[in-house]
């Protein structure tokens, strides 16, 4: 059984779209506005072109350098990162050199299906494998689930920022392996090693480089990951989930790979969209911005 989904992030205490359009959207992390370009938002903005400019910083890109443009007076109100919470967890709030900020909001929606899954499992302390983990959200929401996590980046820095949050988190004592490694490599010396997982999450980029410059290409290393991703599994996994950013590739493609588990072992999968639905404050508003497409399976 399976069916497609729009799962759907809304406004929060620390988190909120508050516009978007014309390839660029208007967010509030805390108590920080940002605008930032996202190709996805093509339509017209709601605000008006002073909204836009009272954001507390701007990113704009020169050719392939981009920065942050931090309005004068609010230095100190941005700092160098901040802190929020979503869903329970808290995050480190740092504007990267690639417009990123360290929190993929959208994903809040499968760390609540990550808790419900776990908390209606009968398995005590089953064990999660996440790939391509980055700062941690599915990790420190599958460990407060009560679940033991091992977490592989190949991003050291990604590696200590999600460190960071686990203790900010409160989530520092859980049982959490943090792996630099190659998601490739690590999952080959794990079949190798015969070790079992109860679930596997993966965010697979569409291009990266391993811990030692290992070359990652989704087109030409997705289909094995999986395969080999699906030889690690127990004879009674709980849940498969595969995120994905590409540009390109439907959340059908993701689908296919997962059919063989909904053979084997009943249960249901889960394919569609992530998407965040603009704060609605007086304005024409409740659009959805597409924001990754995602494909699940649960016993």
């Not at 443009?69 to 919470?85: F, L, P, R």
Request: hydrophobic share 40%; glycine share 8%.
């Amino acid at each position: 059984m399976s069916h497609s989904s729009i799962l759907i992030t809304k406004p929060s205490k620390d988190y909120e779209l508050i516009d978007s359009g014309e390839g660029e959207k208007l967010e509030r992390f805390g108590d920080v506005v940002l605008s930032r370009p996202d190709p996805q938002a093509l339509w017209k903005k709601n605000l008006s072109k002073d909204v836009w400019e009272k954001a507390d910083a701007i990113f704009s890109r020169e050719g392939k350098d981009g920065q942050w443009k931090i309005k004068a007076g609010q230095k100190d109100k941005i700092a160098e990162k901040w802190n929020v919470e979503l869903n329970g967890l808290k995050f480190i709030i740092k504007p990267t050199a690639f417009k990123h900020t360290g929190l993929f909001p959208e994903q809040s929606v499968n760390w609540e299906w990550l808790k419900r899954v776990l908390e209606n499992s009968d398995k005590k302390e089953p064990e999660i494998l996440n790939l391509f983990g980055y700062t941690g959200g599915a990790t420190l929401a599958c460990a407060k689930a009560g679940a033991k996590v091992v977490h592989v980046d190949a991003s050291n820095a990604a590696l200590n920022w999600a460190k960071e949050n686990a203790e900010l988190s409160g989530l520092v004592d859980k049982p959490i392996r943090w792996l630099l490694d190659d998601a490739r490599v690590f999952v080959e010396r794990e079949i190798k090693r015969g070790r079992k997982y109860d679930a596997i999450i993966m965010d697979p980029p569409a291009f990266g480089h391993g811990a030692k410059k290992e070359l990652w290409k989704i087109e030409e290393h997705f289909i094995e990951l999986v395969e080999h991703c699906l030889t690690l599994l127990t004879p009674s996994p709980l849940f498969f989930l595969i995120n994905g950013y590409s540009a390109g590739y439907s959340a059908l493609a993701y689908k296919n790979n997962l059919l063989i588990l909904e053979k084997k072992f009943g249960g249901k999968i889960e394919t569609g969209e992530l998407a965040i639905e603009e704060a609605n404050k007086g304005q024409q508003s409740g659009r959805l911005l597409p924001a990754g497409i995602f494909a699940r399976w649960e016993k």
